[in-house]
């Protein structure tokens, strides 16, 4: 039990980092930082989800593993039954939707704060991870670090198989035609497409693979070109669609009242995970201390306004019920160019418009997979991981065979399979992640409240205590059969911890 509960010294974690053996090349910068923040929330969802959540949602689940956890508690407490959670629907935000994303935008502020005081103090790879193993112990590390793992791969290998189809679909615009059997899935909706291999996703990841073997500056400098790309197509689309706008599209600016701008912000809460990714870069950061808390809160700021700026000239451009989700309905499943093509835009401004897209998928994968990789190289170098994961290369000062195997790991199973819902993974192992950051920063204002912290979360307990009731509140908006998937990779990583990394971990007893 000792050591379950064993913590890890701060000096301690910031001298193992020094080693030369294991010593990562500090080149970032405030605004490469800035960069990957924005890379990671930003992705192709702006231009499509921001339709969805202001028109509402309303489905028949088919079962009880695909119902909200949330809708089943309060069903029961108020029937007696969970038979009411079998129909599930959200009222309208309309054009709230934009108070919806100043809303979400504060409430990930709480944890981006935490975040943003523990990487001042521990400006270690790591980010969830070795602010755990710091502050709360060796077991909520491991769990922790291994929820972040599910967390990059899922998502990656969504975003990837995602980026190969929406490729597909604009190389088709233009006459060149991959054929299906090499640009699907092996399996879709649990069942065989008849495809070979889904090339196009493999491809796009082992590309960036490639990249961040190369060097931290090397990717850095690729996502802020992709960056500014994908900002600068957001700008056309404001500029653009802000001269189509008819006022009267905004009335009524809230059809279902404060109740719609809230289940609208559960919608689109999900299009802000990514600011804990800048964390992951404090090693290789030139000034983390300073730095790493900038880059946190300036891409939340730079984000909620392209967000907010995005949806009022949408909805200004066509009413919310236009984006209704519907099987077939064109303008639900690409807002923004639905939007721009029925107006007469020209074809000029709508490539711009999907060149945003494919930037944002690409620059969000880039922000992931490096991400998942500093994951590994902690635990590794903790002595949870095989020691391989924690390699550095000579010449590039990257740990390169995590970066490989991470490549593989999600590059095979995007030519695979297409997981569909169980992209909800990352959002509920992100949401866990910051409940345990936000009680770090309580924890340790308790047991070492004179440590020097370059910054300070105000109002503490209050701010984190926050953090904590909301992460917690969102996670129970999630499905049934999220929670079952989630509980099982935990039973999984725990029965590695006990077999493999408990005997490794240099808090192990010796064994004669």
């Not at 791969?153 to 299906?180: C, E, R, T």
């Not at 946190?296 to 909620?304: G, M, N, P, R, Y």
């Not at 064109?330 to 020209?346: E, H, I, N």
């Amino acid at each position: 039990m000792s050591q379950l509960l064993a913590r890890k010294s701060i000096d301690k974690l910031i001298a193992e980092s020094e080693q030369p053996e294991h010593r990562l090349k500090k080149t970032l910068g405030p605004w490469s930082l800035t960069a990957l923040g924005i890379g990671a929330i930003i992705g192709s969802g702006i231009f499509v989800l921001t339709g969805t959540a202001a028109a509402g949602e309303h489905f028949e689940i088919p079962s009880l593993l695909h119902a909200q956890v949330l809708d089943l508690i309060t069903n029961f407490l108020q029937h007696g039954t969970t038979s009411g959670a079998l129909m599930h629907g959200r009222p309208a935000a309309g054009p709230a939707i934009a108070l919806s994303f100043i809303l979400v935008a504060i409430a990930c502020s709480f944890a981006g704060l935490c975040y943003a005081e523990l990487a001042s103090m521990i400006p270690i790879a790591g980010s969830a991870y070795t602010y755990s193993y710091a502050t709360l112990g060796e077991i909520f590390a491991w769990i922790i670090g291994w929820d972040l793992i599910l967390e990059y791969a899922v998502s990656n290998v969504a975003v990837a198989v995602g980026f190969g189809g929406y490729l597909k679909a604009q190389l088709a615009a233009f006459g060149l035609n991959i054929p299906d059997r090499w640009s699907t899935s092996i399996f879709a909706g649990g069942q065989l497409t008849g495809a070979y291999f889904n090339v196009p996703a493999f491809l796009v990841v082992m590309v960036l693979t490639v990249l961040l073997v190369r060097g931290v500056r090397e990717s850095a400098e690729a996502n802020n070109v992709m960056v500014v790309i994908k900002i600068g197509a957001i700008f056309t689309f404001l500029v653009v669609g802000g001269m189509m706008v008819r006022p009267a599209n905004w009335h009524p600016f809230a059809p279902a009242g404060f109740a719609g701008v809230v289940t609208g912000g559960a919608i689109i809460f999900f299009t802000y995970i990514g600011f804990d990714s800048v964390s992951t870069a404090a090693e290789e950061a030139q000034t983390p201390q300073r730095d790493i808390p900038f880059g946190i809160i300036a891409s939340l700021i730079v984000c909620t306004v392209l967000y907010v700026g995005v949806a009022l000239v949408l909805l200004g451009m066509m009413r919310y019920t236009t984006f209704v989700s519907a099987p077939g309905n064109a303008a639900a499943d690409a807002p923004v160019a639905y939007a721009l093509k029925t107006l007469g835009a020209s074809r000029a401004w709508q490539s711009i418009i999907i060149i945003g897209a494919l930037m944002g998928m690409l620059s969000s994968l880039l922000v992931f997979q490096y991400g998942q990789t500093r994951i590994w190289f902690a635990m590794s170098r903790d002595r949870l991981f095989p020691r391989i994961f924690s390699a550095v290369h000579p010449r590039f000062k990257t740990p390169h065979w995590s970066t490989w195997i991470a490549g593989l790991l999600v590059g095979i199973p995007a030519g695979i399979v297409d997981i569909g819902d169980a992209a909800d993974l990352s959002n509920i192992g992100t949401l866990f992640a910051f409940v345990l950051v936000s009680l770090g920063v309580i924890f340790l204002r308790r047991t070492q409240p004179d440590r020097p912290r370059a910054f300070r979360v105000p109002l503490v307990p209050l701010f984190p205590i926050i953090s904590v009731v909301l992460c917690g509140g969102l996670m129970t908006g999630l499905t049934v059969i999220t929670w079952l998937r989630f509980v099982i990779w935990l039973a999984i990583g725990l029965v590695i911890y006990f077999l493999y990394s408990r005997r490794h971990s240099e808090f192990a007893k010796p064994r004669p």
